[in-house]
C-alpha cells in the first residue's frame, strides 16, 4: 500500500505556494497519498491554480502555525489547532505514516517529541542533516553526506552517540541505496584516544559493533571533503557545523553570482568556465537534497529547509515514502535491538 | 629595547629553509632579536645562503625535535634536547621574550604550559586562531577575525569562556589596532537563552562586563561572514570548526586552480573574471595570518601553521614582536584583574 505523508503547509519562508505546488506535482506522478495541513482557504485557493490529482490529495484545516520567529514552546503552548499540532495528530492517530514541514525547527521537534514515542531503546532522538560533499556516496554517487545530530540535543553521552551512528546508518542505506555506509565521529584528532570522553567512549563501542561500518574518528577537514558518508556528534556541535556549511555557502554565492552579473564581456569569459562555476553552484544548491530526518521517534518526521521551493518540498515528500515504503523505523528498531549494550549495562 | 623572538626552526612541513629566510628577510628590515632553535649545521647553511644582520641573529643549537606524526607527550618525554623544549628554557629563563613555532601544535602546548606559568586568575590557556572572512574588521579593514578555544582545551566550563572572551578582545586590540573588537559567544541561536548550560552561563556574566565589547551569541554561518571580531567557543568545537574552514578553502581550491589549469582559450576568459577569483584566493591563502597565538600564559607564544612558508613566518615573528611591543601579557593581566568575578565565586 502506498504511503500517507502528512505535509505541514505552514510556516515557512514562502507560504504555501511551493507546498501546494510540490504536492500538485507528486500527485500526477507518485502513488504517494498526501494530507496537507493548515490554512484551508489558502491551499484550495492555491490547489485551484494548477492541475493535481485529487485522489492522491487531502486537506485537513488547521486554524494557527507556528512562525519561524516564535518560541517553539511559547507558541505550542499558547495557540490551538497548530498545523504541526494537527500533522502529528493525524500521523499518532494512525491517518498518516510520515511527517514533512518547512516550518520553525523547534516546533516541529517539540510536536513530533510529544506526539511520537522513541524507539525502543533511544533516549535522544537526533535531526540528521544531508549536506553537499566534494566527493559522491553510495553506489548512486550522491554528492550528498549526513550528519547528525545537528540540533535536537545539546551535549550528549558516549550512548547516545552510539544510537546516532546506528540511526545514521541505517537511514543512509535506505535513502542512498547504500548497503555499508562508512560511518565515522567527529573529533578532534583521527586517533582513536582523540577528542572529547563521550567521544573516545562511544569509539571504543563502535569500533566492535559489526552493523555499523564504523571507521573512527574524522576531522573538521572532512565535513566539506565528505570522506565518509554518515558524521556522528552532538547537536551543538552539528548545529554549528551545519550552520557554517550555510553560511561559507552563502559567501562562496556572493562571490560567484558578482561573477554573473557583469556586463556583456565578462559574460564571454563566463560561457568558457560555467561548468565549474555550475560545479560550484551545485554544491550550494539546498534544493536538490531531500530535507533533514529527526531520527529516533516511532514515525518519520523530515523537517525541510525553511527556505524550502518547490523542488525541496518534492523532494522531502519522496524522501519520507521511501523511508516509510524502506521501513526505516522497524529497521532502526530491529538495529538496536541487535546492538551489543554490555558497555552501557547502567543506561539500559 | 626591541623584542627578542626564539623561533623553534624544527618539526614544519618545509623544513629550516623558509624559517631561516623569514629570520634573516627580517633582521635587514626590523629591530628585532630573534635567536634560532634547532639543527645548528641546517641552520648555518641555510643562513649563509641568504643576506642577513648578525647583530639581530643568533643560533641556539638542538639536538632533536618533535616530528608532525609523533605523539608530543610521548615525544617531549622520550627526547632530550628537543628544539620546542630548549626554545621554551631560554624564555622562561629571560633570554626571549616570545615564541614562535611551526612544528607540532601538541608539542608546542605541552612545552608552554610546563616551562611558562599560567596568569593569574586563568585557569585554561586558550589557542586562538586567525581566519578568514568576508567582512573586513577593525580600523585596518583586516579580513581576518579571532577564534578561541581551537584545541587547547575539549570542554569547558562558563568561567573559561569568559576568561578566552577577555584574552581574545586584548589580543585582537593589540594586534588589529581594534580598539573595542566585538566578541561573540558561538552558539545555537542568537538568543542569550539558547546554547549549552556552560555557554548560557557565560552570556550572563559577558553582558555584565564594562571592559569587552560583548555582542551577544553568533551562529555557525557568522563564522565565515566574520560578522564579529572574536569568537568564544571551547577547544572540541572551536578546533572542528578551524580545520573545516581549511577543508572548505582546500575543495573550493581544488575547483579553481581546476579553473585555472584548462587551456588558452579558457585563459581568456579567465582574464575576465581573475579579480572574482584572487577574492577567492585570498580568502585561502593562510600565508598572510601571523600565525595562531596561545593564550593565557605569562609569556607570548605564536603557533604558526605547520606548512608556513617563508611570508607566513614572517608575520609570525612580526605578530610576537607586536604582542611583546603591545604588553599583550600585563594588559591580559589586568584585565582579568580588573572583572567582576562574583558570579564565579567557588572558583577564583
Same mark, same amino acid.
Given at each position: 500500500? &502506498?504511503?500517507?505523508?502528512?505535509?505541514?503547509?505552514?510556516?515557512?519562508?514562502?507560504?504555501?505556494? +511551493?507546498?501546494?505546488?510540490?504536492?500538485?506535482?507528486?500527485?500526477?506522478?507518485?502513488?504517494?497519498?498526501?494530507?496537507?495541513?493548515?490554512?484551508?482557504?489558502?491551499?484550495?485557493?492555491?490547489?485551484?491554480?494548477?492541475?493535481?490529482?485529487?485522489?492522491?490529495?487531502?486537506?485537513?484545516?488547521?486554524?494557527?502555525?507556528v512562525s519561524m520567529a516564535e518560541k517553539p514552546a511559547v507558541a505550542l503552548k499558547e495557540k490551538a489547532n497548530t498545523s504541526i499540532g494537527i500533522?502529528?495528530?493525524?500521523?499518532?492517530?494512525?491517518?498518516?505514516?510520515?511527517?514533512?514541514?518547512?516550518?520553525?525547527?523547534?516546533?516541529?521537534?517539540?510536536?513530533?517529541?510529544?506526539?511520537?514515542?522513541?524507539?525502543?531503546?533511544?533516549?535522544?532522538?537526533?535531526?540528521?542533516?544531508?549536506? #553537499?560533499?566534494?566527493?559522491?556516496?553510495? #553506489?548512486?554517487?550522491? +554528492?550528498?553526506?549526513?550528519?547528525?545530530?545537528?540540533?535536537?540535543?545539546?551535549?550528549?553521552?558516549?550512548?547516545?552517540?552510539?544510537?546516532?551512528?546506528?540511526?545514521?546508518?541505517?537511514?543512509?542505506?535506505?535513502?542512498?541505496?547504500?548497503?555499508?555506509?562508512?560511518?565515522?565521529l567527529l573529533s578532534n584528532g583521527n586517533e582513536e584516544q582523540k577528542g572529547a570522553p563521550e567521544v573516545v567512549e562511544a569509539h571504543q563501542v563502535?569500533?566492535?559493533?559489526?552493523?555499523?561500518?564504523?571507521?573512527?574518528?574524522?576531522?573538521?577537514?572532512?565535513? +566539506?571533503?565528505?570522506?565518509?558518508?554518515?558524521?556522528?556528534?552532538?547537536?551543538?556541535?552539528?548545529?554549528?557545523?551545519?550552520?557554517?556549511?550555510?553560511?561559507?555557502?552563502?559567501?562562496?554565492?556572493?562571490?560567484?553570482?558578482?561573477?554573473?552579473?557583469?556586463?556583456?564581456?565578462?559574460?564571454?569569459?563566463?560561457a568558457m568556465i560555467s561548468d565549474r562555476l555550475d560545479q560550484i553552484h551545485n554544491l550550494i544548491d539546498w534544493e536538490e537534497y531531500g530535507g533533514? +530526518?529527526?531520527?529516533?521517534?516511532?514515525?518519520?518526521?523530515?523537517?525541510?529547509?525553511?527556505?524550502?521551493?518547490?523542488?525541496?518540498?518534492?523532494?522531502?515528500?519522496?524522501?519520507?515514502?521511501?523511508?516509510?515504503?524502506?521501513?526505516?523505523?522497524?529497521?532502526?528498531?530491529?538495529?538496536? &535491538?541487535?546492538?551489543?549494550?554490555? &558497555?552501557?549495562?547502567?543506561?539500559?
Amino acid at each position: 500500500m &502506498a504511503a500517507t505523508v502528512v505535509i505541514d503547509a505552514m510556516g515557512n519562508d514562502h507560504g504555501v505556494e +511551493p507546498i501546494v505546488r510540490a504536492v500538485a506535482s507528486l500527485s500526477l506522478q507518485r502513488r504517494i497519498n498526501m494530507i496537507l495541513v493548515g490554512d484551508a482557504k489558502a491551499i484550495t485557493e492555491s490547489l485551484m491554480k494548477t492541475p493535481y490529482d485529487p485522489s492522491f490529495v487531502q486537506i485537513q484545516p488547521a486554524d494557527s502555525f507556528v512562525s519561524m520567529a516564535e518560541k517553539p514552546a511559547v507558541a505550542l503552548k499558547e495557540k490551538a489547532n497548530t498545523s504541526i499540532g494537527i500533522a502529528c495528530e493525524l500521523i499518532a492517530e494512525g491517518k498518516g505514516d510520515a511527517l514533512v514541514s518547512a516550518g520553525n525547527t523547534g516546533a516541529v521537534i517539540l510536536s513530533a517529541s510529544k506526539n511520537f514515542k522513541c524507539i525502543a531503546r533511544v533516549k535522544k532522538a537526533g535531526l540528521a542533516a544531508v549536506y #553537499p560533499t566534494e566527493q559522491t556516496h553510495g #553506489p548512486k554517487k550522491d +554528492p550528498f553526506a549526513l550528519i547528525l545530530d545537528v540540533g535536537a540535543t545539546l551535549h550528549v553521552r558516549s550512548y547516545d552517540l552510539v544510537v546516532f551512528a546506528l540511526m545514521g546508518s541505517v537511514y543512509a542505506q535506505i535513502i542512498s541505496f547504500n548497503k555499508s555506509p562508512k560511518v565515522a565521529l567527529l573529533s578532534n584528532g583521527n586517533e582513536e584516544q582523540k577528542g572529547a570522553p563521550e567521544v573516545v567512549e562511544a569509539h571504543q563501542v563502535l569500533k566492535k559493533v559489526r552493523d555499523i561500518h564504523f571507521v573512527g574518528n574524522v576531522e573538521g577537514m572532512d565535513i +566539506p571533503k565528505g570522506s565518509v558518508d554518515v558524521i556522528v556528534c552532538e547537536g551543538f556541535m552539528g548545529n554549528v557545523v551545519i550552520k557554517m556549511l550555510e553560511g561559507f555557502f552563502d559567501v562562496v554565492r556572493n562571490i560567484t553570482n558578482d561573477i554573473q552579473s557583469k556586463k556583456l564581456l565578462w559574460r564571454v569569459g563566463m560561457a568558457m568556465i560555467s561548468d565549474r562555476l555550475d560545479q560550484i553552484h551545485n554544491l550550494i544548491d539546498w534544493e536538490e537534497y531531500g530535507g533533514a +530526518p529527526l531520527l529516533g521517534l516511532d514515525r518519520v518526521v523530515i523537517k525541510a529547509h525553511g527556505r524550502s521551493g518547490q523542488k525541496a518540498i518534492e523532494n522531502s515528500i519522496k524522501v519520507a515514502a521511501k523511508a516509510v515504503e524502506g521501513q526505516l523505523i522497524q529497521k532502526i528498531e530491529k538495529g538496536l &535491538a541487535q546492538l551489543d549494550w554490555s &558497555a552501557f549495562e547502567k543506561e539500559t
